[in-house]
């Protein structure tokens, strides 16, 4: 069963492309079903016309972490802050269900799927108020069994928030967000 498991990790691996050569290594412990931070995220080079849009979208990627890093606990409550922030500012309002939906769930897999619905929401935000630096917008072609799903980063490298540990490095830079 393991070499199955083994079998079928590596085949995704190979059909998304990654490339080894250019991956840092990221542990994550897995006994018990605990796993320790294994990515802390890069540091936030963009700026924002305002600090209510900056804390949607810090609070947004803190989310983001938490899913890479396939910790349902801290993503619901990283979510129920972020549903705070995005009080402060003017949204649509599919943005704060999909926050709400991700801070009422203890269930990884939901919480990813209304991550893409998140990512839509901040996406607008973040292009009509970003002033000065860089952020990535980033896709992995196989979430939601193949439909393929968007985030967006501080940095180029993938961190893959719909697979975390599983695929880590699973994705592509699409566009730049500046």
Known sequence: MKKIALTLVGVLVLACGEKKSNQETVTVNQEEGTH?????????????????????????????????????EAAQTLAQKLVIS???VEVEASLMKAAEAIANSENINEQRAQFENLTAG?????????????????????????????????????????????????????????
Request: charged share 25%; aromatic share 14%; proline share 2%.
């Open 86 to 88: 995005i009080e402060a």
């Open 122 to 178: 901040v996406k607008t935000l973040v292009e009509e108020n970003i002033t000065s630096g860089t952020l990535y917008y980033q896709y992995c072609p196989m979430a939601f069994d193949g439909k393929g799903a968007y985030w967006i980063a501080n940095e180029k490298k993938v961190f893959n928030p719909y697979f975390g540990d599983v695929m880590l490095n699973c994705g592509t830079v699409d566009s730049e967000i500046n």
């Open 36 to 72: 320790e931070l294994a990515y802390s995220g890069a540091k936030r080079d963009a700026e924002f016309r305002n600090a209510e849009v900056a804390q949607v979208y810090d609070d947004y990627n803190a989310l983001k972490i938490a899913l890479v890093n396939t910790d349902a």
